[in-house]
């Protein structure tokens, strides 16, 4: 089974920077798309960032780009996202999810059938 799970996420005052990670287990790492998701009360989720691991290729939503970077570790099975420039308005559980190549251009949910537990994040 796909095993998606997500650790640093944690409480910060707006400016400062996270970095969460995220360790896959039981997929082929290698040719899919990774992505980061957030969902904040009240509101759907939303895409953040995702890379396709074939060949590293990454999407951003506007509301992070220059702020936020998606990176990996192939050796691990580990994707990261570095988050700068922190605002309350990225406040939100943050989503780990796994799924096929069609989902890295759109950063529509749908296309990722596998999912971690989420993360929060709180900037204030």
């Known amino acids: 089974d796909v095993q998606l799970v997500e650790s640093g996420g944690a409480s910060v005052k707006a400016g400062g920077s996270l970095r969460l990670s995220c360790a896959a287990t039981?997929?082929?790492?290698?040719?899919?798309?990774m992505g980061w998701f957030r969902q904040a009360p009240g509101k759907e989720r939303e895409g953040v960032a995702a890379i396709y691991t074939g060949d590293g290729d990454t999407t951003y939503a506007d509301s992070v780009k220059g702020r936020f970077t998606i990176s990996e570790d192939r050796s691990k099975n580990t994707m990261y996202l570095q988050m700068n420039s922190l605002q309350p308005e990225d406040t939100a559980m943050y989503y780990c999810?796994?799924?096929?190549?069609?989902?890295?251009?759109?950063?529509?949910?749908?296309?990722?059938?596998?999912w971690g537990q989420g993360t929060q994040v709180t900037v204030s």
């Open positions: 999810a796994a799924g096929p190549s069609a989902g890295c251009g759109s950063l529509d949910p749908t296309y990722f059938p596998a």
């Open positions: 039981g997929l082929a790492y290698s040719g899919v798309c």
